[in-house]
Nanobody
Framework: QVQLVESGGGLVQAGGSLRLSCAAS????????MGWFRQAPGKERTFVATINWSGSNTDYTDSVKGRFTISRDNVKNTAYLQMNSLKPEDTAVYYC????????????????????WGQGTQVTVSS
């Protein structure tokens, strides 16, 4: 029903930048809030950023505020995560996610609120 495909990960030195993309298909993208989560080696998956259906509301985990920006293009059915001033502690597999259901237009920092997940893309930041 819904497919999400992340891209844009890779290797970067500390202080560098990457932009992750999440292309959605199979549903009306503009109805759904989107989120980015990450999972570092040996750690649980944690919240990174979220954006509501229109892009008017965003939220970020404290460690990325001022460095990361979540955005969306509802014409292209794509969500983005611009990551600047990357640090080694940002190293993780990054996942995009989409909400569903009647309340799915609202942004959320809780992974249980999301119904659809991408396959993940690796981001590695070296010192």
């Amino acid at each position: 029903q819904v497919q999400l495909v992340e891209s844009g990960g890779g290797l970067v030195q500390a202080g560098g930048s990457l932009r992750l993309s999440c292309a959605a298909s199979g549903r009306t993208f503009s109805d759904a809030a989107m989120g980015w989560f990450r999972q570092a080696p040996g750690k649980e998956r944690t919240f990174v950023a979220t954006i509501n259906w229109s892009g008017s509301n965003t939220d970020y985990t404290d460690s990325v505020k001022g460095r990361f920006t979540i955005s969306r293009d509802n014409v292209k059915n794509t969500a983005y995560l611009q990551m600047n001033s990357l640090k080694p502690e940002d190293t993780a597999v990054y996942y995009c996610a989409a909400r569903g259901g009647i309340l799915g237009s609202q942004s959320s920092s809780v992974d249980r609120a999301y119904d659809y997940w991408g396959q993940g893309t690796q981001v590695t930041v070296s010192s």
